[in-house]
């Protein structure tokens, strides 16, 4: 007898889970299946996605742990504190972020029990369309449902006729694994992924270098943060090469050669102990039987939704990494919330356009809303505030002048229509501005409103209040 489900979620990543979870909430009986190979100690597949196994939060415990490397080493002294040269335990380092991992996986199983949601370890896919829903497998088994949200993700892209063995060469899997420091890492990519990889290994000591196939570095972010990070990043000791054509890559058991064409034209040569393909990610389709029952994709491979992230089927749903938009963690729990609200009756909701982006290298950059060039583009009369955190004294204080805030604002109406910042807690500050955004504030909003002092968030208050050219500390 097969399983009956009111909604079945296909993929437990961040999307999956939170909307099983929040569809439970809502009353439904729901089930949620998984078969990710990252197997637990009970040898069931693991609950979180890309994003918890191997993405955004064991990097950022590297990230973490290599940062107070390179502050014990080279900024302790200027605060007057004297130790010697510190050492790092790479196998602690990774015993430490796997173990986060671990309990945060266990933790999403608490919810499911809490929440009355059944986990379900198996691959999910489509059999037929019912007069009540959906017949679909699971593992061997059969269910029923009335409706279907699917959430499978995404999986790394990889370049053609490159194995890679997450040993020499590496995708995102193998290098959140990397067991001892590499004298020469190369990656390839300068995406969140690089950059945050690339600076987790330069801080612990190796020589890190990475080649780009795009002519400018971070092209979609805005161009001033862009050229600022580029001069940070390649101060710091990331060796940054753009507009390059990657060509044959050979590996061996001792390390990687990489052939590429420079942005001149050139022929050129990178030896590495270690390399890193992050050269972004690609929708995880496979095994859905989506062709059997008629689900409609886009020419990039996604599933073709609607704005709220309902399919050309009946019933069925996609949310993610696998449809349109940002391939962002939060971005998946927020349509995950919509489309759950929306099967309830509700008016679910997702805001694509206030959306957060964050690079959590130091320092970090964060984003939201419009850039400048695209302003430009649309041709938008806009205003523009920007504040650097050497006048901030909050920064100065923790001993984190560099970067800026910058502000974009309607020229008529005064509406915040994007804030860019790289600096120290940029990951944090851009909430305020994804507010403002979402309640459709103008920039002297923020400037009215009272900040503590002293704070980073400060640096936001002067960028509202440049926007008019009254900033009070710079």
Not at 34 to 41: F, I, L, Q, R, V
Not at 296 to 306: A, L, M, P, S
Not at 388 to 400: C, T, W
């Given at each position: ?19 099983a ?12 299946c ?118 499978t ?12 063995d ?51 570095f ?54 590495a ?28 491979g ?58 959590y ?72 501005a ?13 400037a ?27």
């Amino acid at each position: 007898m097969s399983k009956e489900f009111d909604i079945l979620v296909i993929g437990g990543g961040p999307g999956g889970y939170v909307a099983a979870i929040r569809a439970a909430q809502l009353g439904f009986k729901v089930g949620c299946c998984e078969s990710n190979p990252y197997a637990d100690p009970k040898g069931e597949p693991r609950l979180g996605g890309t994003c918890l196994n191997v993405g955004c939060i064991p990097s950022k415990a590297l990230l973490h742990t290599s940062h107070l490397f390179e502050e014990a080493a080279h900024a302790f002294a200027g605060q007057g504190i004297e130790i010697g040269a510190p050492k790092i335990d790479v196998p602690k380092m990774l015993a430490r972020k796997n173990g986060i991992v671990d309990q945060l996986t266990g933790g999403i199983k608490a919810l499911f029990r809490k929440n009355k949601v059944a986990f379900l370890p198996g691959h999910g896919a489509f059999i037929a369309r019912t007069a009540s829903g959906w017949s679909l497998n699971v593992g061997n088994e059969k269910v029923e449902a009335g409706q279907v949200i699917v959430a499978t993700g995404s999986k790394a892209r990889h370049l053609p006729n490159v194995r890679i063995d997450n040993k020499i060469v590496c995708d995102n899997v193998g290098a959140l694994d990397i067991d001892t420091v590499p004298k020469k890492l190369a990656i390839i990519g300068a995406g969140v992924i690089g950059l945050e990889m690339g600076s987790v290994w330069r801080r612990l000591g190796a020589e890190v270098a990475i080649l780009e196939a795009a002519p400018g570095f971070l092209p979609t972010a805005d161009a001033d943060i862009a050229r600022e990070a580029f001069k940070i990043f390649t101060k710091q000791g990331l060796a940054i090469h753009t507009g390059v054509k990657i060509g044959e890559i050979k590996a061996g058991k001792k390390g990687a050669a990489i052939a590429y064409v420079d942005k001149d034209g050139k022929p050129a040569h990178l030896d590495a102990d270690q390399l890193i393909v992050s050269v972004g990610r690609i929708p995880n389709t496979e095994g859905l039987n989506a062709g059997a029952v008629g689900l409609k994709f886009t020419e990039r491979g996604q599933i073709d939704v609607d704005e709220h992230c309902k399919t050309n089927l009946p019933g069925v749903w996609a949310i993610g990494d696998v449809v349109r938009g940002p391939m962002l963690a939060h971005k998946a729990m927020e349509e995950a919330v919509m489309v759950a609200e929306i099967i309830a009756g509700q008016a679910g909701y997702a805001n694509l356009d206030a959306i957060p982006g964050v690079i959590y290298t130091t320092p970090e950059i964060a984003w939201v809303g419009k850039t400048e060039q695209q302003l430009k583009e649309a041709g938008v009369d806009y205003k523009a505030g920007k504040i650097p955190f050497l006048a901030n004294g909050r920064a100065l204080g923790i001993g984190a002048p560099e970067g800026f805030v910058k502000m974009l604002a309607d020229a008529r109406s005064d509406r915040i229509l994007g804030v860019h910042i790289i600096g120290a807690g940029a990951s944090d500050l851009i909430a305020e501005a994804a507010v403002a955004l979402e309640f459709a504030a103008a920039s002297e909003d923020l400037a009215r409103i009272c900040h503590a002092h002293p704070t980073l968030a400060e640096a936001v208050h002067e960028a509202a209040l440049a926007c008019d050219k009254r900033a009070l500390h710079f």
